[in-house]
């Protein structure tokens, strides 16, 4: 017989359309009632609590006494928790993110017995590559999820292996038609018949055993109490077919007796059976901007930061990390982080972000602090500390400020060398800003915040010491203003549109029109950017723009202002009424030693309904692109040769190759590329007639959760028809990306390594006499300068540093985003105890050999490694 597993569940959006309290309040409800049919009801085996811990964290917020409840029935495997902490995006969510949504999740789940050991993700909007690779990574072998497939990937079944590039593999039970098919199952046994003759076509067509799932649940919904009088009915109707209530665990047993499964790879994003939403990525660009901000801090900075003093003695502290990542986490949910919600739920999302970042500024700002003061010297002069968080040394330029009472300084170094620096600003500060215990005892002598640039090396994974000496001479100001500016790697001017000419020295070619501004109507939703049809876009190539181009021996500096007018609505828009606008600042710096142009943006947007991006010509015809993904790199066709078949086969939604990417997108040919790196905006799509421009989306603006009948996304609508004003984007939008060209591929130039480099900035602390928040000495004397490790092979790219959660330990992770396997090489500095290669649940798998304090490991393709070491 045929046998179908009724698995009783609950989907659970913390937040939606309504708001994390709305559902807490359900939450409560259904956890009681859940609690207890598992307790009085022997037949009642399972019930599985969507993956995620969080919810177990809202739960134990209200009801604290049930904890001993939920661990008697988790540990008597009837209450199925984990193994995530939220149910997380893929798409636009960062590899380490990801890999603390499970670390955590898992800690919480053994608090209360064994988790889930399934990557069960049932609604995320479309599904990552790296994703087998991550779950194997917590020795998890079996995967669910529904959005993104089509027989295009390899296979028509819903049952088949999932394999990342480097040879990770996962069984993934395809649920074909989504988490919710069992919900509210009626009684009547005409309507319940329909129904299920519907599923069952499916479900039979694609499965590989005798055994399907009826997942029993939907979101937010109560447990079925009266399930076992839908079974009764089930078993009458359908006298060929056996049901019972059952768990995932069950089917995956089954389906791994087939010996002939298929195995597929790749990334999942097709819009055939169901929607991906392959726009979604720029929706509400302020929290998209902010979440890929704050991961990079935690990630780049803060994390290395605080293993380094970890390392002189101080204490890491795990309870504020932890609570920074699950501030986060909680907007990392497919709808939080989509950003199709209500306009209170971004509020909240945004709130969250908030607190996280003040956390995650705070916490760095107290390790540079701790370390600077208890620096070991007699010296007694103010002193600037750099930081550098990546394993390898840099010489870099670096801007900071210096806050004083002197009129004029120097730099020197710990050998007493003067560092030459440029000084860019300086104003007069109140000294009751510093502390108010100065002006308490009257004193109102003012304080000078210098803005300075200097550049020097920096140790690898470690700091250099400079102290400021007064002295009498003049401190100047050098740069000078200029119609052209030109660095050891490029000419640079500005075209009286706002767009930038470039000479690339090293490549001996010129980019033109750089920085071009494209507009267009926006009738879609939060899900998806929908275009008007037969709309003629706007250009900002006939904008008047202001410019200041300035330059010193360090770097160039120009800054850009232009106003693109627009319609202010659809309306509008239709009627080619322009009367509105979009106001653009770019603050453009060039370092003389790098070839890479950055690029500070500062949007004021007074329009509603449409998309703004900006256009980076490469003169590179491409049929791929090639951006980065979780812990590696991924190619993307710049046509979806689906754009031909979609309306034919009936997709659910139009397959426009616009595409995610976390820090970098390029194009090249085997001689030369171009390619953005951000630390901002991630979502990009390959234009014009050769598809060789890289438009990057810097916002979106529309005013509805969900919308019917679009142009590319026919039928009903996403989501509910709820108007969502904040959407509009209108004020201003702050964002920050790069340019960089490189000879050979965006692989084999490493294009990762740049990207890296860029979202991991040179980081400074200006200590000074006075500081309204008071230490003691904390009695741990810190060297001048310092180094924890270093990189002796340049060929991998650092995922981060940080303390092992269990273990007096630190954790050192790196991948290989290139095509080629490569050996990654590092010397531990210090004594070094024990080394060990692990995975990303930071268990030990096997001992690495050291040879002078050194190990070398190999990557393959793609591949992300984990070493353990004190």
Known sequence: MKKVHIVPHMHWDREWYFSTEESRILLVNNMEEILEMLETNPDYPYYVLDGQTAILEDYFAVKPENRERVKKLVQEGKLIIGPWYTQTDEMVVGGESIVRNLLYGLKDSEEFGSPMKIGYLPDSFGQSSQMPQILNGFDIQYSIFWRGTSERHGTDKTEFYWESSEGSKVLVQLFPLGYAIGKYLPEDEEKLQERIDKY????????????IILPNGHDQMPIQKNIFTIIEKLERLYPDREFFLSRYENVFAEIEKNQSLPTIQGEFLDGKYMRVHRSIYSTRMDIKAANARIENKITNILEPLASIAYSLGFEYHHGLIELIWKEIMKNHAHDSIGCCCSDKVHREIMNRFFLAEEKTDQLIEHYKRKITDSIDTARTEDRLTAFNLLPYERNEVVTTTVITKMSSFTLEDADGNTIPFEVLTKEELDPGLIDRQIVHYGNYDPFYQYTVQLKDSIPAMGYKTYFI?????????TLTAKETVETAYFKVSVNPNGTLKIWDKQLEKEFNHVLLLENGGDDGDEYDFSPLPNETLIYSDHAKANINMTQNELQAQIDIQLKLEVPGNLENRKSNTIDRFVEVSWKITIPNHQPVIKVDAEIDNQAKDHRLRVLIPTGIASSVSVSDNQFGHIKRDVYDTAMEVWEKENWDERPDSIYPMLSFVGLSDEEHGVSVLT????????????????????????GVLGKEEML??????????????????????????????????????????????FTTPIQTYNKIPYNAMKLNPSGIPTPVSFSL?????????????????????????FFNPTEEERLSSFTLKGSVGQVHEGNLNEKAIAPVELENSSFTVSLKQNQVKTILFK
């Open 679 to 702: 630390n901002s905006t991630r979502e990009y799509e390959i234009i014009g007639e050769n598809y060789d421009t890289i438009a990057i989306t810097l916002f979106r603006s529309v």
């Open 789 to 813: 490790l270093q990189e002796t092979t340049p060929s991998s790219v650092l995922s981060t540093l940080k303390k092992a959660e269990k273990e007096n330990g630190l954790v050192l992770r």
């Open 469 to 477: 000496v007064s002295t009498e001479n003049t401190m100047a100001n």
């Open 200 to 211: 069952f076509t499916v479900l039979d067509r694609g499965a590989t055993t005798e055994n």
């Open 712 to 757: 590319r996304r026919p039928g009903r609508p996403s989501g509910i028809k709820l108007p969502t004003p904040d959407s509009q984007m209108l004020g201003k939008l702050n964002l920050d990306f790069s340019i960089t060209t490189h000879k050979g591929t965006v692989s084999a130039a490493n294009t990762g390594r740049v990207a890296k480099e």
